[in-house]
């Protein structure tokens, strides 16, 4: 029966209301929720979200009178989105914390001929509390039993269904024998909008750490992209200087000039205590005076390294060389 022209300008208000009111909302499926699990739900989000729903024909009227009061928002995005059995669930808050509320309320059922399959559907071996006379039903379905205590019991795990496939009578017979409900059902949320964007809800279970280390890796692999160019970008400069600076230094060792940047370098060499000393303050900050005036004693009484007479012979040993 139509709706009258009293509520469907009440539905409009109530949307449009909504629109204004919310600038986040999921698109929801709600394949198989009945009335009554859909009441839980809402009573699950009071001061948390609002759910609407309706026929798609009106849907898409309220959001085409809402944009032609406020062209070109955002929410026109969605327009494209309202197919098929669908709500919407309009929030302001935190979208993980609805979305738990949603996905918490699920209701299992069983499995009825002629629906597809949501899940793969595997029967567990073990008794199935049916008499021997019933044997004939296991074999028509193919099905390895064994007779246990004066029952039927199931020999090896069965793969009753595969996710998409159709539940044909025997499936369905089998599982309300065994008693088994497979399927569950609840409000599944298909896309999110949040400010302008559109995304799948699996977006809500990244962690800022998750997001943090996802942007690093695209740095690196963009800074390695540019490297390998040879194009300077701003993400890859750094290495690019780094680069250009340890090949400096190593001409500037090996053909012995110094420069400004590569004089601390021919300091070391010529004198490593010295560094060796200032490692060692800063390093022990925290340690008690009298141990560094220990160190630095011993440092001083320790012998400096006579000096070996080579002689005037060929370094390795033509013509009277001397004492090693």
């Given amino acids: 029966m139509p709706l009258s022209k009293e509520k469907k300008k009440a539905y409009f208000e109530k949307l449009d209301v909504f629109l204004n009111k919310y600038s986040r909302l999921f698109i929801v499926s709600a394949d198989h929720v009945g009335s009554n699990q859909l009441a839980k739900i809402r009573i699950s989000l009071r001061g948390k979200a609002d759910i609407l729903f309706g026929k798609n024909t009106m849907m898409r009227r309220g959001f085409k009178i809402?944009?032609?009061?406020?062209?070109?928002?955002?929410?026109?995005?969605?327009?494209?989105?309202i197919t098929g059995n669908i709500g919407f669930v309009f929030a302001n808050g935190d979208l993980a914390e609805v979305r738990d509320l949603l996905t918490g309320h699920v209701v299992p059922a069983?499995?009825?001929?002629?629906?597809?399959a949501?899940?793969?559907?595997?029967?567990?071996?073990?008794?199935?509390?049916?008499?021997?006379?019933?044997?004939?039903?296991?074999?028509?379905?193919n099905i390895a039993t064994k007779i246990v205590k004066g029952q039927i019991e199931i020999v090896s795990e069965i793969n009753l269904l595969k996710k998409g496939e159709v539940v044909e009578p025997g499936h369905a017979a089998l599982l309300q024998k065994l008693n088994i409900l497979p399927f569950s059902y609840g409000l599944k949320v298909e896309i999110v909008y949040e400010n302008g964007s559109m995304f799948a809800p699996e977006i809500l279970d990244l962690s800022e750490a998750d997001v943090a280390a996802k942007f690093v890796r695209g740095i690196s692999a963009f800074s390695a992209f540019s490297l390998g160019a040879g194009y300077p970008t701003l993400a890859s400069i750094r290495y690019s200087v780094a680069s250009g600076f340890s090949k400096v230094l190593a001409l500037s060792l090996a053909t012995d000039v110094a420069c400004?940047?590569?004089?601390?370098?021919?300091?070391?060499?010529?004198?490593?205590?010295?560094?060796?000393?200032?490692a060692a303050s800063?390093?022990?900050?925290g340690a008690s005076s009298g141990?560094?005036?220990?160190?630095?004693?011993?440092?001083?009484?320790?012998?400096?390294?006579?000096?070996?007479?080579?002689?005037?012979?060929?370094l390795f040993g033509g013509g009277g060389g001397g004492d090693y």
Avoid: W
């Fill in 118 to 141: 949501p899940v793969d559907v595997i029967v567990p071996p073990g008794p199935t509390g049916c008499d021997p006379g019933q044997t004939a039903f296991f074999q028509a379905l």
């Fill in 260 to 278: 400004k940047q590569s004089q601390v370098y021919f300091d070391y060499l010529a004198d490593p205590s010295k560094f060796a000393a200032l």
């Fill in 110 to 116: 069983p499995a009825r001929v002629g629906l597809f």
């Fill in 66 to 81: 809402f944009l032609s009061n406020n062209p070109g928002h955002p929410f026109g995005q969605v327009l494209s989105h």
């Fill in 291 to 314: 141990g560094a005036a220990a160190a630095a004693a011993k440092v001083e009484e320790e012998p400096e390294p006579e000096e070996v007479d080579m002689g005037a012979g060929d």
């Fill in 282 to 285: 800063s390093s022990g900050a």
